[in-house]
T-cell receptor, first 109, second 115 residues
């Protein structure tokens, strides 16, 4: 069974304090790894898809990287509006997405 | 373009009652998903439709949950009878198709409380 583990569960940052979120996975035949952002009371919103080890993608203050066993989401100089829960999901051979429990990020001004 | 629409936004029922949720996906999206998200957990897939056919319902508790997608567009998810452990947010999502790298677009969900 596919397993996705995210750490830490919660992260409190000061504005401008860069940090990284971890997503480790066990999956048979990884087709893609996804990052989503979820705001309170809303559904997840797509951020990135990574397909192979060594791949990196960036969007504003976020950068996602992928290795053979884990992915990192780096937040550079975060702002309060970056506060959200960040979800990692893996897509396996049947194209089904399996989500981790998420990391809740709080950025204080 | 309009996003995924879901209703109702909130629902409170007593255990053993029945409840139904409605979803209207993004126009032209062939694949529709229902996810259950329990507080503090990631979304768990309940059922996936490709047009109006079921692709995956392996995690749907079929003794109490049912879903249909009429004419390959709107979908309803029903729970009958509800249990306390069904308290969760029910998210509907859609994608253009089913395959490699297809990104899902989610609605805002229906928050269900079973008392």
């Amino acid at each position: 069974e596919d397993q996705v583990t995210q750490s830490p569960e919660a992260l409190r940052l000061q504005e401008g304090e860069s940090s990284s979120l971890n997503c480790s996975y066990t999956v048979s035949g990884l087709r893609g790894l996804f990052w989503y952002r979820q705001d309170p009371g809303k559904g997840p919103e797509f951020l990135f898809t990574l397909y192979s080890a060594g791949e990196e993608k960036e969007k504003e203050r976020l950068k996602a990287t992928l290795t053979k066993k884990e992915s990192f989401l780096h937040i550079t100089a975060p702002k309060p509006e970056d506060s959200a829960t960040y979800l990692c999901a893996v897509q396996a051979g049947d194209y089904k997405l399996s989500f981790g429990a998420g990391t809740t990020v709080t950025v204080r001004a | 373009e309009a996003g995924v629409a879901q209703s109702p936004r909130y629902k409170i029922i007593e255990k053993r009652q029945s409840v139904a949720f409605w979803c209207n996906p993004i126009s032209g999206h062939a694949t529709l998903y229902w996810y259950q998200q329990i507080l503090g957990q990631g979304p768990k897939l309940l059922i996936q439709f490709q047009n109006n056919g079921v692709v995956d319902d392996s995690q749907l508790p079929k003794d109490r949950f049912s879903a249909e997608r009429l004419k390959g567009v709107d979908s309803t998810l029903k729970i009958q009878p509800a249990k306390l452990e069904d308290s969760a947010v029910y998210l509907c999502a859609s994608s253009r198709n089913r395959g490699l790298g297809e990104k899902l677009f989610f609605g805002s969900g229906t928050q269900l409380s079973v008392l």
